[in-house]
């Protein structure tokens, strides 16, 4: 009798939990790289502002390591119940899928779209002293001197080495990549002194060594104007047309989360972005919000299917690959 009564305390407070709504206790959304940067920044953000829809918390825990696959490993083997998500990108759900040629877990198979986020444009930025002085004559310039012209990247595989490599594609030039450990900082800081003469960075990177006028800006990877940088040209008006490359964020849960859960997490993420002021501080990052019919979980899906079709052949013909 003591076994069975154990049994039916067990039971009932399994339904019990089961019964309850969701979120019941704060969700943790796990960001694959240090905090700090924009990623990190973007859901430091979000997760402030949805926890009033949600009603709990949204604590961010950053768990980094190998180009985000450490952290996004981790919540493809957490329990499928809502309370983790990752705030993932471009570099970490498709690039890194398309160099790693072993990871523990597919991006199309083994997660949920929750929401599809804000996106940063690169820049395509030079020394000041580069001859060239807008996208046309630097496209001009490039072909003039193949492969005597050098790019700074975080290495191989990393956002501004893909970027270069599809603008090489794109516009028939060929410059030299020069790999750098620490990114962006000791990027953009070697780009001011004149170590190196070119990289394509993310506006969040790249716009203070800009406003400062310490480095030339030729276009935005984008196809609209930054609002924070209304004076960049896109490159369909800057002479080098359908150059898109931006690294969007996105939300997911792991395979087998319930669908009211992914339906609660989508509003509450769509509710942030639509807040004004949560809108000012992206824009004031170089942030671009997509339109609300663009941010539902069914987009989030088919936008990440069609990245991983276009970038997939781009890093596969570079023969960029880690093992």
């Given amino acids: ?39 990190d920044a973007l859901a430091r953000i979000l997760a402030q502002r949805m926890s009033a829809p949600l009603g709990q918390t949204v604590l961010v825990e950053n768990v980094t390591g190998a180009s985000g696959t450490i952290g996004i490993t981790r919540v493809a083997r957490a329990a499928p119940d809502g309370y983790t998500i990752v705030l993932g990108n471009w570099p970490s759900f498709v690039v890194a899928s398309a160099i790693y040629p072993h990871l523990p877990y597919d991006v199309q198979k083994d997660f949920e779209p929750v929401a599809l986020l804000p996106n940063n444009p690169y820049i395509v930025v030079s020394k000041k002293d580069l001859p060239a002085r807008d996208l046309k004559e630097l496209v001009a310039y490039l072909k003039a001197n193949p492969d005597k012209i050098s790019a700074g ?66 276009a935005i990877t984008g196809k609209t104007r930054l609002a924070s940088a209304p004076d960049i040209p896109t490159v369909d008006e800057a002479g080098a047309p359908g150059v898109y490359i931006s690294t969007w964020f996105g939300l997911w849960a792991p395979k087998g989360t319930p669908p009211d859960a992914i339906a609660r997490l989508s509003a509450a993420a769509m509710e942030a972005l639509a807040d004004p002021a949560v809108a000012k501080r992206l824009a004031d990052l170089g942030q671009q919000i997509p339109p609300p019919e663009q941010q539902t979980a069914a987009a989030l899906g088919a936008h990440l299917k069609a990245e991983i079709e276009k970038w997939f052949p781009i890093i596969k013909d570079a023969g960029i690959k880690l093992e």
């Fill in 1 to 39: 009798m003591k076994k069975l009564f154990a049994i039916a305390c067990l039971l009932g407070s399994i339904a019990s939990a089961a019964a309850q709504p969701y979120p019941s206790h704060p969700v943790t959304m796990v960001v694959p790289f240090g905090a700090g940067g924009p990623t």
């Fill in 153 to 218: 990247t975080g290495g191989a595989g990393a956002g501004q080495h893909v970027s270069g490599v599809y603008f090489q594609k794109v516009t028939g030039t060929r410059f030299q990549f020069v790999p750098y450990r620490a990114g962006s900082s000791e990027i953009m800081r070697d780009l001011v002194a004149g170590h190196i003469d070119l990289t394509f960075d993310q506006a969040i990177s790249a716009l203070p060594y800009v406003r400062g006028d310490q480095v030339r800006a030729y």
